[in-house]
């Protein structure tokens, strides 16, 4: 929806808003999941008609496109100027990981086209901390993608696992795992569905594994360009 023009307003525009369906649908989709949301339910709960709605909003997937805009808008963006590059991508993708747990249905749906404001200065603010920082093509898209998919898939595998649906199912995994010790030994003591396993502490774990990841590679490209500076600049010398 992001590509389209604007809809041209009406000479009577009815007694809704936009803002106010977005807050409607997050509130539905936070209670009963995407699979639940339609546009009459919507127009329901809004205590309208579906044709009122379709003044503001074309189709069910307009609604998904605003509502994952809008819930991005509690993601902070970290000052530029305040930080260093990895305290500051730290914060951003701290505080996206929190959103997306805040509204679980939000991670299965991210692969709808993200063009909305909110995503894309987010999306704007990580690439060029990493562009500052030193990172350069193909390393960039390598890194924004590592950090993005990586934040996207942790939050959606806590979600699905914690779910109140999935806690048998995930008993019952535990109890395989230890019946079958000596088959999956390290599973039953260090995979992702261990008793002891902790949400927090293994994704800052794994954060700052990428982060030192993409840090020497910036440093092993600017070593390199250093170690290369010298000899080339001597070389067209020498052909001069």
């Known amino acids: 929806m992001w590509l389209r023009p604007p809809a041209r307003a009406a000479r009577e525009a009815p007694p809704l808003s936009r803002d106010r369906i ?10 009963e999941g995407a699979d639940r949301l339609t546009m009459r339910r919507l ?17 069910k997937n307009d609604v998904l496109d605003l509502t994952l805009d809008a819930i991005f808008a509690a993601v902070e963006i970290p000052r ?15 505080g996206w990981r929190a959103v997306l747990l805040e509204h679980p249905w939000s991670a ?12 894309l200065a987010r999306s704007e603010f990580l690439y060029a901390t990493l562009l500052d920082a030193g990172a ?7 890194a924004a993608y590592s950090l993005s998919n990586y934040v996207i898939g942790s939050a959606l595998m806590q979600a699905t696992w914690t779910a109140g649906e999935e806690q ?12 079958n ?24 774990f794994g954060l700052t594994w990428l982060l030192d990841g993409i ?3 910036i440093s092993a490209s600017s070593a390199g360009g250093a170690a290369n500076g010298p000899s080339t600049k001597a070389a067209s010398h020498a052909r001069q």
């Open 22 to 31: 977005v807050d409607e649908a997050i509130a539905l989709l936070d209670e």
């Open 43 to 59: 127009a329901e709960r809004l205590g309208t008609g579906s044709t009122t709605l379709y003044w503001h909003v074309k189709t």
């Open 80 to 94: 530029a100027d305040s930080q260093d590059w990895r305290a500051g991508i730290t914060a951003l993708i701290s």
């Open 108 to 119: 299965a749906l991210l692969g709808r086209p993200m063009l909305g404001p909110h995503v």
């Open 136 to 142: 350069t093509e193909p390393h960039l898209t390598a």
């Open 168 to 179: 048998a199912t995930r008993a019952a995994a535990q109890d395989y795992f230890r019946a």
């Open 181 to 204: 010790r000596d088959r999956y030994p390290v599973l039953a003591t260090h995979g992702p569905l261990a008793e002891d396993s902790d949400w927090e502490t293994s994704f800052t």
């Open 215 to 217: 840090q020497a590679t």
